[in-house]
């Protein structure tokens, strides 16, 4: 069974534009919020992940929010790129559970 | 080069076969894991190695067999009770840091039944 919930299935956004994906979960205990992207035929890499001690971390055009009280962590993706074409995953600290998947496609 | 290894990149399978899918990693990992992804469907958990010589099963183990008897080695086999086989597998590894938690992928084997 799924830990956690990933919306929406998949998103399409102009270049420049900004996308943002939404992963709600159940378990309190959980310490640790990643996020994943899969370019088509690869495996999936880290790209960017957060601790529930801070409620926002940047990387780049990567931010990660992190909302306690809702149980949601949210991934947007600024000034998005065509080479940000991809699917994005969270997944449950524990590790042994994906989110279901968001195909992001940015149009040039 | 640290890293993960799958082979074969593709592998194509007859009705009633057993196919072994390699995995090898160099990060002295001592957990390691095993994916299904469908279409849609995300990961899901086939098997996973916490210790060598010691694995438990995940959601979908059914019709699938592991074996680590090495750290660095993890191969899944894929038996002929395995009713729809097709699918991309990947294996992953997690590094043991304190709160990262990350997980490595490797590039994945994409297995055909003809």
């Known amino acids: 069974q799924q830990q956690v919930k990933q919306s929406p299935q998949s998103l399409i956004v102009q270049k420049g534009g900004i996308s943002i994906i939404n992963c709600a979960y159940e378990?309190?205990?959980?310490?640790?919020f990643p996020w994943y992207q899969q370019f088509p035929g690869k495996g999936p890499a880290l790209l960017i992940a957060?601790?529930?001690?801070?409620s926002e971390k940047k990387e780049g055009r990567f931010t990660i929010s992190f909302n306690k009280s809702a149980k949601q962590f949210s991934l947007h993706i600024m000034d998005s790129q065509p080479g940000d074409s991809a699917t994005y995953f969270c997944a449950a600290p524990a590790r042994l559970s994906f989110g279901a998947g968001t195909t992001v496609t940015v149009r040039a | 080069d640290g890293g993960i290894t799958q082979s074969p990149k593709y592998l194509f399978r007859k009705e009633g076969q057993n196919v072994t899918l390699s995995c090898e990693q160099n990060l002295n990992h001592d957990a390691m894991y095993w994916y299904r992804q469908d279409p849609g469907q995300g990961l899901r958990l086939i098997y996973y190695s916490q210790i060598v010589n010691d694995f438990q099963k995940g959601d979908i183990a059914e019709g699938y067999s592991v074996s680590r008897e090495k750290k660095e080695s993890f191969p899944l086999t894929v038996t002929s009770a395995q009713k729809n086989p097709t699918a991309f597998y990947l294996c992953a590894s997690r590094s043991p840091a304190f709160h990262t938690d990350t997980q490595y992928f490797g590039p994945g084997t994409r297995l055909t039944v003809l």
């Open positions: 957060i601790r529930p001690d801070v």
């Open positions: 378990n309190t205990a959980f310490d640790y």
